[in-house]
């Protein structure tokens, strides 16, 4: 199969109406999109990514008013109202009681709750106000390895396995959504650090919190929260406040991330600095997982990576990088 990469709405439209998968861009990450409610659509998802059949899939909209019918109202939490009228289009997933009869158990890896997002980036906007129908898009590339923020990403992962990727260029927020659940209060939870900060869910919620320990025994019950993900091949190492110095290595073997300034002893070519001087972690964001690619593709032993300050987009940042350096 031949991969083709545009702009062009329409093309993608018919694909994915005729069953077929489409790469495409949101403000967080590139999304591998199939037909939300159709089983063969969403079997070719999990097949192309190598995704297992435990883990759920985001359904996405194009309005928060396109969400009925695929939810049972009665369940759905005050809160979650005030959540989507103050971020939606944005980087906010929220995990909501779904129909049963009309969202497939595939979607929802048999669960009660189904995620649902309605992105922002004006390319998926304007496709999915051509279609009748959700689309299911986990990030667009091997399950566990680096989510692609450019359509090159796709391309160098994927190419061949899909017919289009839809380019609306670089991913603007850099990092995948925020992930909401509900607590037994109805309170706001968040199962996954993203995009989204919880200082800002709070400013609109107070209620918001993390989850808990406790709830955390079922790491299936939300994309995006198995223990490692986000991967390069190379070996990654975190170091930095509260974690062991970055160790003896061998610089032509070594590439470095970091914040404001690069690693003493490397070679400048290995590393990427993600926010030059300033330590701003929205820029940080916007470029982790380019700088991952890269760095990644460079053919060195080890990877050292900077624990950053763990406060606002920290926190998610920090979460992507622990899970990118769990994998053994």
Do not use: C, W
């Amino acid at each position: 199969m031949t991969t083709h990469l545009g702009p062009d709405v329409a093309r993608a439209a018919a694909l994915l109406r005729a069953g077929e998968l489409v790469a495409i861009p949101t403000e967080t990450v590139y999304g591998l999109a199939g037909h939300g409610l159709r089983e063969d659509s969403l079997h070719r998802i999990f097949e192309v990514k190598g995704r297992p059949l435990s883990n759920p899939l985001i359904l996405h909209f194009a309005s928060a008013d396109a969400l009925a019918g695929y939810l049972l109202p009665e369940r759905v939490p005050a809160a979650a109202h005030t959540l989507l009228a103050a971020f939606s289009p944005g980087p906010l997933t929220l995990l909501l009681p779904r129909e049963p009869a009309v969202v497939p158990d595939l979607v929802t890896a048999g669960l009660p709750d189904v995620a649902v997002r309605i992105p922002a980036h004006p390319l998926v906007r304007q496709l999915l106000g051509q279609l009748d129908f959700p689309l299911a898009a986990p990030s667009a590339n091997p399950f566990g390895y680096i989510s692609p923020t450019r359509p090159e990403h796709v391309l160098k992962q994927l190419g061949g396995r899909i017919p289009y990727i839809l380019d609306g260029g670089a991913s603007q927020a850099g990092i995948e959504s925020t992930v909401v659940g509900f607590g037994p209060a109805g309170e706001p939870v968040v199962y996954r650090p993203g995009a989204l900060s919880l200082e800002r869910l709070q400013a609109v919620v107070p209620a918001t919190r993390l989850r808990t320990e406790a709830e955390k025994v079922k790491p299936a019950a939300s994309p995006g929260l198995l223990p490692y993900h986000y991967s390069p091949h190379t070996p990654l190492q975190l170091f930095g406040p509260g974690l062991r110095p970055a160790p003896a290595f061998d610089p032509a073997r070594t590439g470095a991330l970091t914040l404001r300034e690069p690693l003493p002893g490397l070679p400048a070519n290995q590393q990427v600095v993600l926010s030059p001087g300033r330590g701003d972690l929205a820029e940080a964001a916007h470029g982790l997982y380019a700088a991952l690619h890269q760095l990644d593709a460079l053919g060195l032993e080890l990877l050292l990576a900077e624990r950053l300050p763990n406060t606002g987009l920290g926190v998610a940042l920090n979460e992507r990088l622990e899970k990118a350096a769990a994998r053994k």
